[in-house]
């Protein structure tokens, strides 16, 4: 889930084998709705000092039912600063199919190739008659979707648009 921390609050926890130790329970919020996000004392010293109210982050955990409102327990926590290298799984560049010079696909291919890392190139082909395709590459190209990389790309000629996507 991607959104606000609106409120934060310490809770002791009182039984079990944690008794004593404690958790934090994070009101966290998007534009359709808010969920208490409880972030437990082993993931606390990890995640600390990315909680605090305001902060815009995407959390990942499960969904505990156990209460009469739904919550997530939290295992990860990602700042939207390092969302897009840390959850992107595709990169899309979009064209068309008018195309541009031939050395578009040799110039993506190299700064790929200069850029290697777990992030899938796909290419979505569109033709100004209004169909559309996406093509996966035969030699399985995969970035690491930094800043400089997708301006590179943008910048090369053919290169319509590029969107970067979680799944």
């Known amino acids: 889930l991607g959104g606000l921390i609106s409120k934060l609050r310490t ?9 004593g130790k404690k958790i934090v329970i994070a009101m966290f919020e998007d534009f359709a709705g808010s969920v208490e996000a409880v972030i437990f004392s082993e993931q606390l010293a990890q995640f600390q000092h990315l909680l605090k109210p305001d902060a815009v982050v995407f959390i990942d955990g499960s969904v505990d039912r156990r209460r009469e409102e739904a919550s997530v327990r939290v295992s990860n926590i990602v700042p939207i600063e390092e969302a897009r290298q840390k959850l992107s799984q595709r990169l899309v560049l979009r064209m068309n199919s008018t195309g541009g010079p031939l050395e578009t696909l040799d110039s993506i291919q190299s700064l790929c190739r200069d850029n290697r890392g777990g992030c899938e190139v796909l290419f979505q082909v569109s033709s100004p008659e209004g169909w559309a395709t996406i093509i996966r590459s035969r030699s399985g190209l995969a970035v ?20 970067c996507r979680g799944v």
Do not use: E, F, K, M
């Open 11 to 19: 809770v002791p926890i009182r039984s079990g084998r944690n008794a």
């Open 144 to 163: 690491d979707p930094t800043d400089d990389l997708l301006a590179q790309l943008r910048a090369v000629p053919g290169v319509d648009d590029l969107v």
